[in-house]
Nanobody, 126 residues
Framework: QVQLVESGGGLVQAGGSLRLSCAASARTFNTYAMGWFRQAPGEEREFVAAIKWSSGTTYYADSLKGRFTISRDNAKNTVYLQMNSLKPEDTAVYYC???????????????????WGQGTQVTVSS
């Protein structure tokens, strides 16, 4: 079983940056991709970004391209989300998750992800 632990959240002013980390506690050899999702108060959880574990191919929500960057460190079993030019509407709980479907069409769909972290709060003040 894989346990995921997110860190790096916090309070930041608009225009600032944060880097989130997601550390996996177990081997991720059968993980196809890792994804970041977020859920704002009163909203549904939404896709943020994903990265294929082996190739490093990245995927982003259209609205976040250019501000957010996902990366991974295979040796550390860790995925990162660099968030720049943060806006108050980026305020949410951010979750990382694993996808083991080995199907590119599942990358954007949260229901295709199985293991989830506990989430880390990101608050952007105006």
């Amino acid at each position: 079983q894989v346990q995921l632990v997110e860190s790096g959240g916090g309070l930041v002013q608009a225009g600032g940056s944060l880097r989130l980390s997601c550390a996996a506690s177990a081997r991720t050899f059968n993980t196809y991709a890792m994804g970041w999702f977020r859920q704002a108060p009163g909203e549904e959880r939404e896709f943020v970004a994903a990265i294929k574990w082996s190739s490093g191919t990245t995927y982003y929500a259209d609205s976040l391209k250019g501000r957010f960057t996902i990366s991974r460190d295979n040796a550390k079993n860790t995925v990162y989300l660099q968030m720049n030019s943060l806006k108050p509407e980026d305020t949410a709980v951010y979750y990382c998750a694993t996808n083991r479907r080995y199907d590119r069409t599942t990358i954007l769909r949260q229901e295709e992800y199985d293991y989830w972290g506990q989430g880390t709060q990101v608050t952007v003040s105006s």
